[in-house]
């Protein structure tokens, strides 16, 4: 079945990076691309970024320039999330989501998150 | 970024009760709307996209309305596993995506 599985729990220090892995199964991976979404503890849902798994375009949130970085690797279709210069409120769980774009026309308005991980934990203290 | 608001934050229901969701967006989105379903400890799970178009596999009871800023959620005669926290989340301003801030529907 398609499915989204997500490396384990992440235990990091203030100012360390953390690297999340989301290996996809069950689909053509490069036919779509992967959204990345966080929630804080007893919080909502923060949409981190986009990126393509055909040609490794991203778009990432304005909240994580210059800290964050996707990437895929379609050889064993996994894509990777790393975060830098991590802080205390980075503390959250951690979803890649696939995107499923539902009249087939690859427009990003036209899109839905069908397809979620099961998450990592990510806790950053020191 | 366009700001989702969804209303009531948190709703207090019982089994079989009709219960609706609002979601209010900043700015006009068309149908540029989704709804998500989220149960303790589970990711996200979608239930409507387009704003009124239902997911594969998701029970008829769950419908979507609405267009430009106003947008609903309704779910007919409400069943023990619908307990759980539902977000609305736009794509008109693809990026960024947001969600609404979250209604957690709770038993009676």
């Known amino acids: 079945q398609v499915q989204l599985v997500q490396s384990g729990v992440e235990v990091k220090k203030p100012g360390a990076s953390v690297k999340v892995s989301c290996k996809a199964s069950?689909?053509?991976?490069?036919?779509?691309?992967l959204s990345w979404v966080r929630q804080a503890p007893g919080q909502g849902l923060e949409w981190m970024g986009w990126?393509?798994?055909?040609?490794?375009?991203?778009n990432y949130a304005q909240n994580f320039q210059g800290r964050v970085t996707m990437t895929t690797d379609t050889s064993t279709s996994t894509a990777y999330l790393e975060l830098r210069r991590l802080r205390s409120d980075d503390t959250a769980m951690y979803y890649c989501?696939?995107?499923?774009?539902?009249?087939?026309?690859?427009?990003?308005?036209?899109?839905?998150?069908?397809?979620w991980g099961q998450g990592t934990m990510v806790t950053v203290s020191s | 970024d366009i700001q989702m608001t969804q209303s009531p934050s948190s709703l207090s229901a019982s089994v079989g009760d009709r219960v609706t969701i609002t979601c209010r967006a900043g700015q006009s989105i068309s149908s540029y709307l989704n709804w998500y379903q989220q149960k303790p400890g589970k990711a996200p799970k979608l239930l409507i996209y387009?704003?009124?178009s239902l997911q594969s596999g998701v029970p008829s009871r769950f419908s979507g309305s609405g267009s430009g800023t106003d947008f609903t959620l309704t779910i007919d005669s409400l069943q023990p596993e619908d307990f759980a926290t539902y977000y609305c989340q736009q794509t008109y301003s693809n990026p960024p995506i947001t969600f609404g801030q979250g209604t957690r529907l709770e038993s009676k």
């Open positions: 069950g689909y053509t991976f490069r036919t779509s691309g």
């Open positions: 387009a704003a009124s």
């Open positions: 989501a696939r995107t499923y774009y539902y009249d087939s026309s690859g427009y990003a308005r036209r899109s839905a998150l069908d397809i």
């Open positions: 990126i393509s798994a055909y040609n490794g375009n991203t």
